[in-house]
Nanobody, 121 residues
């Protein structure tokens, strides 16, 4: 599967953005999907994920209550709605897909190219 992330940009602290991750080449249905991010000079870190059915979501403590992951399998797309953004959320955001179906846990087998989110103070 090829994953295309979009929706990044510059936003003021306290603002919102919605990232999209569109899959092509195969369906994302039945695969756990998620988002990671990498800030300058830092390791890539987990942001959140959604299980294969869309019934369960998981979030890093740093974004819990502010970010929401959802999926629309009919559009082959996963979303990351980000609210109450903080300067420390500034990073390149990457979407990822499992390579095995019907799993609740995200173990990335495929990555998108990343989209930059910059939050100004």
């Amino acid at each position: 599967v090829q994953l295309q992330a979009s929706g990044g940009g510059l936003v003021q602290a306290g603002g919102s953005l919605r990232l999209s991750c569109a899959g092509s080449g195969r369906t994302i249905s039945a695969y756990a999907m998620g988002w990671f991010r990498q800030a300058p000079e830092k390791e890539r870190e987990f942001v959140g994920s959604i299980n294969w059915s869309g019934g369960r979501t998981y979030y890093a403590d740093s974004v819990k209550g502010r970010f929401t992951i959802s999926r629309d399998d009919a559009k082959n797309t996963v979303y990351l709605q980000m609210s109450s953004l903080k300067p420390e959320d500034t990073a390149v955001y990457y979407c990822a897909s499992n390579s095995r179906r019907f799993s609740d846990e995200l173990k990335p087998g495929y990555w998108g190219q990343g989209t930059l989110v910059t939050v100004s103070s």
